[in-house]
C-alpha cells in the first residue's frame, strides 16, 4: 500500500511541476513511460483533428461564456477550469499569432443535472479556432469537453499561453460505468 500511495503521490508533484505539460510515467513498472506533445490530450479522443495553426491566450482577456452559466456546477467548473489552465498570469502576449478572445460553452440539454446518470449522453464537440466552440448535449458532457480544453493549452519558456487548431469529437469509451466488488477475497459467511 506505501508503494501505491508513494507513486500515486510522486505523479501528482510531477502534474505540478511540469507547467501543464502531463507526462506518461510507468512508475515501478516494466513499461516505459513518455512525454506527450505539449497540447496533446490525454486520453486520447475518440477523434482529433491536430493542426498547426497556433493561436496564443491571454489570461487577462479570455473568457468562458454560455448558456448554461445559471447552473452552479459550470460556473464553478469554468472558475476551476480558468485558474487550471491559467496557472500563472501571463503578461507576455505573442503578437504574431491571432488570440482567441473566448470559449462558448453550448449545452442541449438545459437541465442542471447534480449527477451524471446511466442514460446521460456525454459526448461532446469541441472546435478550438478564432471563434472557439465547446458544444454538448448535457452538462457532464461538456465538463469532459472543459477538461480536453485544459490539456490543449500549453505555454512556452516566457509563460505565454497557446493552443492549437483542433477539432475534437468525443464521448466516453463505454456506455455504462459500474464497480465490481470482489467477494472472493471476502470473509463473507453463506
Known sequence: MYWVLNGV??????????????????????????????????????????????????????????NMMHCIIMSEAIQRYLKLVFFEKNVMTDRTVKEIKSLHIFVEDEICHDLPDENMI???NL???????LKAKSIWGALRGLETFSQLVYTDSNNTYYINKTDIIDEPRFGYRGLMLDTARCHVIQ
Open 9 to 66: 503521490v510522486s505523479m501528482l508533484l510531477l502534474l505540478h511541476n511540469t507547467r501543464g505539460h502531463i507526462i506518461g510515467l510507468a512508475v515501478r513498472l516494466p513499461l516505459q513511460g513518455f512525454q506527450a506533445a505539449p497540447g496533446a490530450p490525454w486520453p486520447y479522443p475518440k477523434v482529433w483533428k491536430n493542426s498547426t495553426t497556433v493561436y496564443s491566450l491571454n489570461s487577462e482577456v479570455f473568457q468562458m461564456t454560455g
Open 122 to 124: 456525454e459526448s461532446y
Open 127 to 133: 472546435i478550438v479556432s478564432e471563434s472557439s466552440t
